[in-house]
């Protein structure tokens, strides 16, 4: 047997709750949204439960990650928004009867995985919306082909669009007195510049000795930023690109040539003062136009960015929320790639939760990482896939033959759900005549662009 979790978006009038031998079928509403879902035999508690919160929250998502940053289910339940109540607050009791408040999901980090079409940005951006109107919590999107822009803007958020031509410039340098990880802020810098100038020079090719002469660079350069409590603008790449050249070693001069391309050359968006606002609540970082010479740089600068936002929201007790769509672009180089694993591994203890969205399966799965971090998530929305993605998942996620069903040939908002090693099938439907599906929607001719 199996459960079909339904997202119904509708007008409707009457409150109906019945329940058969063996059947869970309960129904929610309010305002202009219907949830059904329908629980049957053959699952155990914790699908039943995950069936019930899909229609109570309208995310089961949301809630799964507030469980993980508050402990266990219990609490979760405890913080649902306000509005759920009467015949809701019901059903939540006899949640709470079918719980083990000892489980604890491992981590909040997911995936949604789909091929183009299948509706998996759209639900991202549903999400999206709603933990933008329903909590306080930061939102920062990795934004490599300009899905999320519009949604941004509508939600009084920021979008900043790099490009190597744009007005619009990062300090790759950028630092305040709570980066890096409860560590001298100084410390976590200099690793990145590192970092940085492996990806600039090319992997494996900076030496111990010149990795000397760029952190002790690095910290001639910050001392009097530092100096001054972080207040001030910080220093830029340029800056570092001077202070090699006064170095006596020819390696130093070495490192700027190598480097100048993108410090002092035509390339140099990442070597200016910032010049857009990096504090807003919701920001969607637009790489889509750094072209090739630019993208390994551009997402370790952005990715750094996020990171140290994260690590300043934790430090006020705030929750961020991280989106990364194409997901896969990021194991194209290596340094983002490795960056990005440990920010996966280490982001939960920040309060943070990541989701990676992707419709080229086959090449993420190319990278032993990538598979390590699908096979680890907690949370996973598959909606249709390909038929080569199909096999791989299957045997990556232990999917039946019976549930690949699900993920096969089916419309846009269909698949499954799969949560903590369990897996339900669902349908997500959204009125089409909304201002808020227009915004959400990447049809052409469905779609509002600003209007």
Request: hydrophobic share 40%; aromatic share 8%.
């Amino acid at each position: 047997a199996g459960q079909i979790a339904h997202f119904i978006c509708h007008n409707g009038k009457a409150l109906a709750c019945s329940s058969g031998s063996g059947c869970l079928h309960g129904r929610i509403q309010s305002q202009n949204i219907r949830l059904e879902c329908y629980v049957l035999n053959g699952f155990n508690n914790l699908a039943d439960l995950i069936g019930t919160v899909l229609d109570l929250i309208h995310s089961l998502h949301q809630l799964l990650h507030l469980l993980v940053a508050h402990g266990n289910l219990l609490t979760g339940l405890v913080r649902l928004p306000s509005c759920i109540n009467g015949a809701a607050g019901r059903i939540l009791s006899l949640i709470g009867d079918l719980v083990d408040p000892g489980r604890k999901l491992l981590n909040g980090n997911s995936f949604r995985l789909g091929v183009s079409g299948s509706g998996k940005s759209f639900s991202a951006k549903e999400e999206i919306a709603s933990i933008a109107l329903s909590t306080n919590d930061d939102i920062l999107i990795l934004d490599p082909e300009s899905e999320f822009g519009f949604l941004v803007q509508a939600l009084g958020g920021e979008v900043i669009r790099v490009s190597a031509t744009s007005d619009t410039h990062l300090n790759a340098m950028d630092m305040d007195k709570a980066y890096g990880d409860e560590r001298n802020p100084l410390i976590e810098k200099s690793e990145f510049i590192l970092s940085l100038f492996e990806q600039l020079v090319g992997a494996g090719n900076v030496s111990a000795k010149e990795k000397s002469i760029l952190d002790r660079c690095t910290y001639d350069v910050y001392r009097d930023y530092l100096a001054n409590h972080c207040e001030g603008e910080a220093p830029t790449l340029k800056e570092l690109y001077h202070t090699l050249l006064t170095q006596p070693e020819p390696e130093a001069r070495g490192l700027a040539l190598s480097s100048e391309l993108f410090i002092t050359g035509s390339l140099n968006t990442f070597a200016q003062h910032t010049n857009v606002d990096t504090k807003a609540r919701i920001i969607a970082y637009d790489i889509r136009e750094l072209g090739e010479q630019l993208m390994p740089i551009g997402m370790l600068v952005t990715l750094d960015a996020i990171f140290n936002r994260v690590i300043q929201n934790w430090k006020k007790g705030k929750t961020t929320w991280i989106f990364c769509d194409e997901f896969y672009l990021l194991f194209r180089y290596q340094y983002s790639a490795d960056f990005f694993y440990r920010l996966w591994k280490r982001i939960r203890k920040y309060n943070g939760l990541v989701t990676g969205l992707t419709q080229n399966v086959e090449e993420l799965l190319c990278s032993d990482t990538a598979r390590l971090m699908l096979a680890n998530s907690e949370f996973l929305i598959l909606l249709n896939q390909s038929a080569t993605d199909r096999e791989e998942l299957a045997h990556l996620l232990n999917i039946s033959e019976n549930q690949l069903g699900y993920i096969t040939n089916v419309a846009a908002g269909c698949g499954l759900i799969r949560c903590a090693g369990n897996i339900v099938p669902f349908e997500n439907s959204f009125p089409n005549h909304t201002r808020l599906y227009k915004l959400m929607t990447t049809k052409p001719d469905e779609a509002l662009r600003g209007r």
